[in-house]
């Protein structure tokens, strides 16, 4: 019969090793795959602000299942405890995994202690997207804002994190940073552990 | 050679999702909410324990009776906590090792929402079969 090959099929996904998983998906599967989700969500809601929110909520789903997931295949069950250690692990292992690349940089906010940005010049997710002059601030990067807040919230740092254009002099298109903003008992933990 | 043990998970919100009673000692009613009332108990013990240090399996933090809880935070901070009364440390890390990826291969589910009850029978029976193994 076509098709009797070696492999082995599992009764249940229980059953199913782990594995390393594929290392690279199709980038125009994703691409249909991320603007069907975006003009879904267009058709349910009357404005910006909760198109942003439902992507948000969408990525926070993603990022809760890949923290457990990285942190157990690739962090060999170690837990980051600290704020450099999870924020580290957010710009390289994270973005490595999910964008082939580490982000582009990571910075401490000048004016208030609990701002971080990851700055990406173009973010994948933004790729094959172009925004409507009428929809002004809208930002697909939302999802992956959501993906970070799904994995800062699980590991315990929770955070309000949001996806900014920020438009370069001598570029067309301008840079995209995702701001986290800690909240204030992530602060005080940190300066009580020392 | 008989033993107990009653075993849950607890999510990151404090909410129990699974439990299981996986000894092979004969069951009595009121031990089994003993035995969780143990549990929920050293939950604040295990709170300020898994900030200090970045290993997942934290070994014995409590005692009752002659009754050991030992836990294992995953990075969700979803805690995996065993009442138990053996003392073979190696055979429940591994117990723990194997249910942590049981319960990642959970997760992975885009149905399941985290934090609400496991109900998959299927990953009953292994935890109990894996208990059986181990402990």
Redesign the interface.
Known sequence: MIGTGKIKQYA???D?P?GKGKQEVSLSAFAFLFSELVQYNQTQVDNISELETRLEDAGY?VG??V??????RD?G?????RLL?ILSFVHSTVWKVLFGKVADSLEKGTEHEDEYMISEKELLVNRFISIPKDMGTFHCGAFVAGIVKGVLE???FPAVVTAHFVPVEGQQRPRTTILIKFAEEVLR?EAR?G | MTSTACFIIVS?NDIPIYEAEVGSAAKREDAAQLHQFVLHAALDIVQDL???????FLKAIDRFNDLVVSVY??????RFMLLHDSRNEDGIKSFF?EV???????????LYL?GSRIT?S??DT?VRALARKYL
Request: with cysteine.
């Open positions: 249940n996904v229980l199913k782990l789903a809760a299942r923290l457990e997931l990285l942190c157990h962090k069950n170690r837990r980051e405890t250690g699980n590991v315990g933990r552990l | 990151r898994a900030w200090t240090t970045s290993a997942m935070v995953t990075a969700g901070h979803t090792q942590h990826e049981l319960y990642i291969k959970i997760l992975l589910n885009p985290p998959s299927h990953f292994k």
